[in-house]
T-cell receptor, first 114, second 111 residues
Framework: KAGVTQTPRYLIKTRGQQVTLSCSPI?????VSWYQQTPGQGLQFLFE???????NKGNFPGRFSGRQFSNSRSEMNVSTLELGDSALYLC?????????????FGEGSRLTVL | DAKTTQPPSMDCAEGRAANLPCNHS???????VYWYRQIHSQGPQYIIH???NNETNEMASLIITEDRKSSTLILPHATLRDTAVYYC????????????FGTGTRLQVTL
């Protein structure tokens, strides 16, 4: 069974640009969540999608957005990039919205903003 | 979610048990304790979780104190591949996708 796949793995952007990151969850998983990891702030929850609807959101500005498609694949977008957006963006999937259980993380997309 | 406190780093000799402590003194009755680890440049990996009883799986054991204010993750026979940052997370009922990661413990397994 394939794991969570994130593309691209590495990318470089300049300030003011926008970026779109893609996540394909494990087959059959309908919940996708996104995390940002930086050396200063650690791992921080961005948002979660289930059945194409955003279910939870972290404390990030509106420049960070996402969506989920009917096949459960998800994308996140960051507009008007800032230097501080340089980070590893991690996607995780789960079968549904169970109360407990594990998150399956991808390898991440490493974004560098120059 | 309750706050957790972990030592920033620990060393363990290969083949010995690694005991990673976590303090969560403000945990409430419906909050679960989760452990994840992150090996350098990879996404976090789930290890184990529990509510009040001790738990064991093929990777590790989780020992939760009776008052639930602290817990210990035990890797029974640490190997070099267990070198990673280990995160103890306390999460309330609700979606298990929204985890609050702390700074974790950097475990270094040595020969």
């Amino acid at each position: 069974k394939a794991g969570v796949t994130q593309t691209p793995r590495y990318l470089i952007k300049t300030r003011g640009q926008q970026v779109t990151l893609s996540c394909s969850p494990i087959s059959g998983h309908r919940s996708v969540s996104w995390y940002q990891q930086t050396p200063g702030q650690g791992l921080q929850f961005l948002f979660e999608y289930f059945s194409e609807t955003q279910r939870n959101k972290g404390n990030f500005p509106g420049r960070f957005s996402g969506r989920q498609f009917s096949n459960s694949r998800s994308e996140m977008n960051v507009s008007t990039l800032e230097l501080g957006d340089s980070a590893l963006y991690l996607c995780a999937s789960r079968p549904g919205q169970e109360v407990t259980g594990e998150l399956f993380f991808g390898e991440g997309s490493r974004l560098t903003v120059l | 979610d309750a706050k957790t406190t972990q030592p920033p780093s620990m060393d363990c000799a290969e083949g010995r048990a690694a005991n990673l402590p976590c303090n969560h003194s403000t945990i409430s009755g419906n909050e679960y304790v989760y452990w994840y680890r992150q090996i350098h440049s990879q996404g976090p990996q789930y290890i184990i979780h529990g509510l009040k009883n001790n738990e064991t799986n093929e990777m590790a054991s989780l020992i939760i104190t009776e008052d639930r204010k602290s817990s210990t993750l035990i890797l029974p026979h640490a190997t070099l591949r267990d070198t990673a940052v280990y995160y103890c997370i306390v999460r309330s009922t609700g979606t298990a996708s929204k985890l609050t990661f702390g700074t974790g413990t950097r475990l270094q397994v040595t020969l």
